[in-house]
């Protein structure tokens, strides 16, 4: 997994280590094993949620999980011009490359390690693509897509888009050195990731060594999720089983643990876990396809603005993908 990575943990900055005595840790409320389906032009994805209750995951909307999957020469998919409008969506690739191009001219390459922070707000449309060289050749892809809800005040924002590089994200290491955690987005333990955020949320990719455990301070308002992208291990200071492709709800508190097993499942060697949280936004939700609102009344309008062409058109450049 070429997601960015360091050779050498002992350089980063630590994780303090959490006093047993003040710490409160999370239980571990709800495990899921993601269902799979079809997206796109046929890619195979797992979606964790929106298949929980949506107000354990608020203000995250939908989480897909693409691959880990070797593609043959032609193999290759992803998902042709559509609209947005209301939320945000995060497309964070480790392994392989998608293209991105939107109505705003936004876009470029994401790729191994790499990050696309789109703003939908008002509406825009854009495509999400595997570059040529990877559907001729084929190759090795993984990624996850995670959808962030917008409150009313902000579902009309201007779209706007963010290119965050391997070398953007913050790096740093449990107190032991036996976990790398790649922040982001959001504030933990001190540091801040570089993702700007119209809702408030914190977004981490952590690496566990086997055998090793992370426990990382977590704001007590946010609500607090774990999905494991690869490998196997438990969460809670419960000790719950977690496996690839399972997502961890937590309850109430201020920490959270994670902890890798001893021997992993030989595909991946170590545990490789996304830590997703944010501030519940409590408003009712309406959601349609690529469309996220309060109101029927306002995904309508949505629907008639998109076939009317109020939410952009695609760049002549582009015409034809």
């Known amino acids: ?23 409160r840790h999370r239980p571990v409320v709800q495990v899921v094993t993601a269902p799979k389906q079809l997206e796109g032009e046929g890619f195979q994805v797992r979606r964790p949620f929106p298949s929980v209750d949506l107000r354990t995951a608020d203000p995250f909307l939908l989480l897909d999980h693409l691959g880990a999957v070797e593609y043959a020469p032609g193999e290759a998919k992803g998902a042709p011009w559509h609209p947005h409008r209301g939320f945000e969506t995060v497309t964070y690739i480790m392994d392989g490359a998608f293209e991105h191009h939107d109505s705003t001219g936004g876009g470029g390459l994401i790729a191994d390690g790499a990050t696309q922070w789109m703003t939908a707000g008002a ?28 409150p009313q005040t902000l579902k009309w924002t201007p779209p706007r888009y963010q290119d965050i590089g391997a070398d953007k994200v913050v790096l740093v290491t449990s107190d032991d050195g ?8 959001g504030d933990l333990a001190g540091q801040a990731g570089p993702g700007v955020t119209w809702t408030p949320i914190t977004y981490v ?14 704001r007590p308002d946010f609500n607090a999720l774990v999905y494991a992208l690869s490998g196997v291990g438990s969460v809670g200071v419960e000790g ?17 643990t994670i902890q890798a097993d001893r021997r992993q499942d030989g595909r991946s060697p170590s545990l490789e876990v996304l830590l997703l949280g944010g501030h519940p ?9 690529p469309f996220v609102m309060n109101t029927h009344e306002e995904i309508v309008q949505a629907i008639q603005d998109f076939r ?14």
């Open 123 to 150: 509406g825009i449309l854009h495509d999400e693509m595997p570059p040529e060289w990877l559907v001729h050749k084929g190759g090795l892809f993984h990624g996850v897509q995670l959808w962030v809800n917008l």
């Open 308 to 321: 009317t062409g109020r939410m952009g058109t695609i760049p002549a450049t582009y015409l034809g993908r």
């Open 178 to 185: 036996g976990a790398l955690v790649r922040l982001i987005a």
């Open 205 to 218: 990719h952590a690496s566990i060594s086997p055998g090793a455990q992370l426990q990382v301070p977590w």
């Open 281 to 289: 936004i409590r408003e009712p939700v309406a959601f349609y396809g």
């Open 1 to 23: 997994m070429p997601a960015v990575t360091t050779d050498n943990l002992l350089v980063l900055p630590r994780i303090p280590r959490l006093d047993p005595a003040l710490a």
């Open 240 to 256: 719950r089983p977690l496996r690839e492709g399972q997502l961890a709800v937590f309850g109430s508190g201020d920490a959270l």
